[in-house]
Nanobody
Framework: QLQLVESGGGLVQPGGSLRLSCVASGSTLDYYSISWFRQAPGKGREGVSC????????HPADSVRGRFTSSRDNAKNTAYLEINSLEPEDTGLYYC??????????????????WGQGTQVTVSL
């Protein structure tokens, strides 16, 4: 069964950047699309990006378009979310999740096959 582990979160000042990683084990990442979600304190889980197994990308949230970029290296079984021009509103717990078949992207959290444990992103002075 696919297992996912996120890393790369931290405390960053407004305007800064982070690159989050999502490392897969137990299966081949190529079989899955990878979606990124975030959850701010007191709010529901929000889908911010999805990358299919051949690299097509979906950014469903207007607030992140142009600032968030998904990528993946199937040979390393790793997906990435690069976040630029960070804003305090980007603070939250960021999760990666996998969905199969990998040629299709969905931001419906109820359809995900596997989730990581999350990595905290805090944007503050």
């Amino acid at each position: 069964q696919l297992q996912l582990v996120e890393s790369g979160g931290g405390l960053v000042q407004p305007g800064g950047s982070l690159r989050l990683s999502c490392v897969a084990s137990g299966s081949t990442l190529d079989y899955y699309s990878i979606s990124w979600f975030r959850q701010a304190p007191g709010k529901g889980r929000e889908g911010v990006s999805c990358i299919a197994n051949r690299g097509s990308i979906t950014h469903p949230a207007d607030s992140v378009r142009g600032r968030f970029t998904s990528s993946r290296d199937n040979a390393k079984n790793t997906a990435y979310l690069e976040i630029n021009s960070l804003e305090p509103e980007d603070t939250g717990l960021y999760y990666c999740a996998a969905f199969s078949p990998g040629n299709y992207c969905t931001m419906n959290p109820n359809m995900m096959d596997s989730w990581g444990q999350g990595t905290q992103v805090t944007v503050s002075l």
